[in-house]
């Protein structure tokens, strides 16, 4: 693409696939606007500002997708945009006007910043697994052609309907304005993000991968037909797809498929300091993994780079570095740092997998997102 080098915009650059993408994107050369909601939160800005490349080529831009025309400023005079920004509020007692319509509204807002600046060559949009297959009858197989369906998600409301809704919503939005308003739009469906992370805090996709390592049981239903893809793969197909001037419409990002009792298993062998179940109370042993085709991405040239074992190993890594688990079962360690998810932190405090410790922690991440499902940026 002409100027590929930038001027791009990553929005939610301080979340997990964001603040990875943007330091992608600083390895290729590219010069960034990363927006956020508060850029002196140092907690959220300082992982970005120390990637190598940063101080030369990475701005940080105050922009909030409640707000109009937030983004004006930032988009203006760049040459893409990453949409990886989206709400997020599962305890919200409102999920219509606090969540699903706030998420609509937000990439519409995005996509008439794009309009006004009549620089942007493309826009790349961070879509979801959620968008795709949340039907009332499971298929073996889903394509791009899929889309999940928002009547049975807001009749049933299950785990992380609220996002399914929202996303999917969003996302037909998203087409409707390009179509109309001629921008050239992607969007990339990832299924469940694993690997390392430069936040400081937990990402939510991580919470659901290793809940087998940390009992959060409340996961273990998200899990139960998984599929996987690695973290940077995720954001080299962003680029990826960037650059790529044959590049159009939905891509799915997927590289691993898995049922819960698949997961169970290879987890128990690879990493055997850790208690891992192997049975699960209202989940069929015999259950056949759900298959996510990224024969389009692949088709165009894109090569997934990841194992099952490097996505699980790196980001194992990552957790235990940042002292969110512990290393083997039954260990006693210290949160030296405020671990916050979005509810109540803990500080300072001991945590024991074997004792009341873990099910405090355990109560404490689950109240705040047993209802946080696949692919959560």
Partial sequence: MENAKGPVVVTGASGYVGS???????????????????????????????????DERLTIWKADLSEDASF???INGC???????????????????????PTINGVLGIMKS????GTVKRVIFTSSAGTVNVQENQMPEYDESSWSDVDFCRRVKMTGWMYFV??????????????????QLISIIPTLVVGPFITSTMPPSMLTALSLITGNEAHYSILKQIQLVHLDDVCKAHIFLFENPEASGRYICSSYDATIYDLARKIKDRYPQYAIPQKFEGIDDQIKPVHFSSKKLMDLGFKYQYTFEEM??????????????PHQTQERYYVHDELDLGCSKMTNDK???????????DEMVRGHNERVSVALQ
Avoid at 319 to 325: M, N, P, S, V, W
Wanted: aromatic share 8%; proline share 5%; charged share 30%.
């Fill in 20 to 54: 990875w993408l943007v330091m992608k994107l600083l390895q290729y050369g590219y010069t960034i606007r990363a927006t956020v909601r508060d850029p002196r939160d140092l907690r959220k800005t300082k992982p970005l500002l120390d990637i190598p490349g940063a």
């Fill in 114 to 117: 794009c309009k006004k600046a």
């Fill in 312 to 325: 699980f190993d790196e980001g194992i890594r990552s957790c235990i570095e940042k002292k969110l688990i």
């Fill in 351 to 361: 945590l024991d997998l074997g004792g009341s410790k873990l099910n405090s922690m």
């Fill in 79 to 101: 040459t893409g945009v990453y949409h990886v920004a989206t709400p997020m509020d599962f305890d919200s007692k409102d999920p219509e006007n606090e969540v699903i319509q």
């Fill in 166 to 183: 929202s996303k999917t919503l969003a996302e037909k939005a998203a087409w409707e304005f390009a179509k109309e308003n001629d921008i």
């Fill in 72 to 74: 004006d400023e930032a």
